[in-house]
Nanobody, 121 residues
């Protein structure tokens, strides 16, 4: 059973920073691409960032490029999302996801429960 647990969300003022973490259970992390998605109230879930199995390739949504950084630590089964220069429009429930392959060229297979990020103006 694959379990993904996010943490690090909270309330921050515009311009501030947060770092989200996603811990994945067991031997289900290394070897798979991972990603972050988010869903704001009344909106569809959207892609934020993805990273391949060893961190060699990353991809970002245009709206977060240059402000967010995705990374991973395979020995710790953990993925991160460093979020800087946060804006009120970044307010959403942030989900961690695991893909079914080394690269992020398919839809994710497993999802976490989400961690709330609220950016006040």
């Amino acid at each position: 059973q694959v379990q993904l647990v996010e943490s690090g969300g909270g309330v921050v003022q515009a311009g501030g920073s947060l770092r989200l973490s996603c811990v994945t259970s067991g031997r289900t992390f290394a070897g798979y691409a991972m990603g972050w998605f988010r869903q704001a109230p009344g909106k569809k879930r959207e892609f934020v960032a993805a990273i391949d199995w060893n961190g060699g390739m990353t991809n970002y949504a245009t709206s977060v490029k240059g402000r967010f950084t995705i990374s991973r630590d395979n020995p710790k089964n953990t993925m991160y999302l460093q979020m800087n220069s946060l804006k009120p429009e970044d307010t959403a429930l942030y989900y961690c996801a695991r893909y079914s392959d080394m690269y992020y060229n398919t839809d994710p297979t497993y999802w976490g429960q989400g961690t709330q990020v609220t950016v006040s103006s």
